[in-house]
């Protein structure tokens, strides 16, 4: 069976400091994966989304950044946090356009 | 561009209740609707998907129904268990590339 990982699950970074949130994805080959942000109370904002190894399409502007440099890694990066780069962001994966969904991680930007 | 609304933003019923919550969307050339929990810090868990040529999908307790014409889909959950308390958001694809809009969700408490 697919199983989804990401990690750190929190993380409390201050303003001005690099990011790098990790998703891989056990038991499937050259899945569709996205990043996803959702704010408080909110529904989810679909940030990057990749079709195969190097392929990244960027959904919204931003301080942000996505890479993906294996079938089954995909990564969320910055440079430089802003106080506004606060939520929770969740990894998904797509098999003929059902999606799942990895545990998520919760930034927090002080 | 597609937009999904879900009303109502939160649902209070007591134990053993029928309810419906509804999704609304924009454009009705969707390839599928999914629905969705979430627990409070938790990453999504998928409930049910209906593809565009499907009227409804049943898993247990929960329905799932979809009018594209009219650009609605209802979750219809039997029997309601505390358990079922969880927020429920509505998920749709234009495309089979997986790229999904999502609503708000409803949040559901079931009080015992």
């Known amino acids: 069976s697919q199983t989804i990982h990401q990690w750190p699950a929190t993380l409390v970074q201050p303003v001005g400091s690099p990011l790098s949130l990790e998703c891989t994805v056990e038991g499937t080959s050259n899945p569709n994966l996205y990043w996803y942000r959702q704010a408080a109370g909110r529904g989810l904002q679909l940030l990057f989304y990749s079709v195969g190894i190097g392929q990244i399409s960027s959904e919204v502007p931003q301080n942000l950044s996505a890479s993906r440099p294996q079938d089954r890694q995909f990564i969320l990066s910055s440079k430089k946090l802003l106080l506004s780069d606060s939520g929770f962001y969740l990894c998904?994966?797509?098999?003929?356009?059902?999606?799942?969904f990895g545990p998520g991680t919760r930034l927090t930007v002080l | 561009k597609q937009e999904v609304t879900q009303i109502p933003a939160a649902l209070s019923v007591p134990e053993g209740e029928n309810l419906v919550l509804n999704c609304s969307f924009t454009d009705s050339a969707i390839y599928n609707l999914q629905w969705f929990r979430q627990d409070p810090g938790k990453g999504l868990t998928s409930l049910l998907l209906i593809q565009s040529s499907q009227r409804e999908q049943t898993s247990g307790r929960l329905n799932a129904s979809l009018d594209k014409s009219s650009g609605r889909s209802t979750l219809y959950i039997a029997a309601s268990q505390p358990g079922d308390s969880a927020t429920y958001l509505c998920a749709v694809s234009n495309t089979n590339a997986g790229k999904s809009t999502f609503g708000d969700g409803t949040t559901l408490t079931v009080k015992p």
């Open positions: 998904a994966w797509s098999l003929r356009g059902e999606q799942f």
